[in-house]
């Protein structure tokens, strides 16, 4: 018995997501996959900690020797707060998702989240480099991405329903420029990029929510969304129906999961359509 079945022993390498709730979280599907895939003696496990007891269950799962976990709802502030160490990406995003437990006993603190977006874009073909954004929301995705886009030469102008947020955004990152929701029409022209962070379309017919007519937009725009659930948003079904080129966001979520498992397990995990498949029968 047991023969397929990952092997858990002395050496195991041990991660995973701490959550509250967690149940619905698929890292533990994406990472176990990897590791068996990779030959990697390592198990990723669902940890529901209580929003009171996240300091005690991270100093916990550091002292029982877990190499980190990701971080998901409600707890990344607390995350951002508990670092030792935040990395550029943490710092610059202003969020954490992924801490790992460093040998000299620290608490290192990473976003993947932007990184992970720029990587499945341009898995999907997509020259990002030197391009131009816009982007929609002015929450810590938009923020992640926002940095991460400014990392590759990327202007990025950032539309918001609350205007205050997006110039919070700007404030906090040199080089993002803040416009009205309203005015997302006119900054479309020129565009190499639209992404969606914003969960406008999750459900039902929403284009009538975005200010502006994808008929009219430059056939070069590539239409990103961030939201994997539907794979198809409004947005996406919109911006093919007038023959643009999309990316959805379930290779984001593939993308940055990659970049925590490295640092863990020292491995770069094969990102491909198998664990696209894997994701995607689950969703
Ligand atoms: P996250 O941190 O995951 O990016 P968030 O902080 O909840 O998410 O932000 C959600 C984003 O969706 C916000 O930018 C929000 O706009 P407001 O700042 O004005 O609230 C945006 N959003 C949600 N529903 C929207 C809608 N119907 N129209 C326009 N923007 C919307």
């Known amino acids: 018995p047991g023969r397929d079945r990952p092997r858990i022993d002395g050496h195991t ?66 995350a951002y707060r508990i670092v030792d160490r935040l990395h550029r990406s943490a710092q610059r995003s202003g969020s954490v998702n992924t801490l790992v437990f460093s040998s000299d006993g620290r608490i ?23 391009g131009s954004a816009l982007l929609l929301g002015a929450g810590g995705a938009a923020r992640a991405i926002a940095a991460s886009l400014l990392d590759r030469g990327v202007r990025v102008v950032v539309a918001n329903r609350t205007r205050a947020r997006a110039d919070a955004l700007a404030a906090s ?21 639209l992404v969606n962070t914003t969960s406008i379309g999750m459900e039902g017919a929403a284009q009538v929510q975005f200010p502006f007519d994808l008929a009219q937009a430059d056939p070069e725009l590539v239409v990103c969304d961030i939201v994997y659930v539907p794979r198809q948003t409004a947005l996406l079904k919109w911006a093919a129906a007038n023959g643009l080129r999309t990316v959805d966001g379930l290779g ?25 498949a894997l994701l995607d029968a689950d969703l």
Request: hydrophobic share 45%; charged share 15%; net charge negative.
């Open 252 to 276: 984001m979520l593939i993308h940055q999961a990659g970049l925590g498992f490295e640092k863990w397990f020292g491995v770069a995990p094969g990102i491909g359509p198998d664990v696209e």
């Open 13 to 78: 390498l041990l991660a995973g997501v701490i959550g509250w709730p967690v149940a619905h979280s698929r890292s533990p599907l994406m990472h176990n996959w990897w590791l068996a895939q990779c030959g990697v003696n390592g198990a990723y496990v669902p940890l529901p900690v209580a929003p009171d007891q996240f300091d005690t269950a991270v100093r916990g799962l550091q002292a029982a020797g877990f190499r980190g976990v990701n971080v998901t709802i409600p707890h990344k502030e607390s």
């Open 108 to 130: 290192e603190g990473y976003s993947t989240d932007g990184d992970g977006f720029v990587a499945n874009v341009e898995a999907h073909g997509v020259a990002v480099k030197g």
């Open 173 to 193: 990152l040199a080089g993002v420029e803040a416009i009205d929701w309203a005015q997302a029409g006119s900054a479309l022209p020129g565009c190499t990029m």
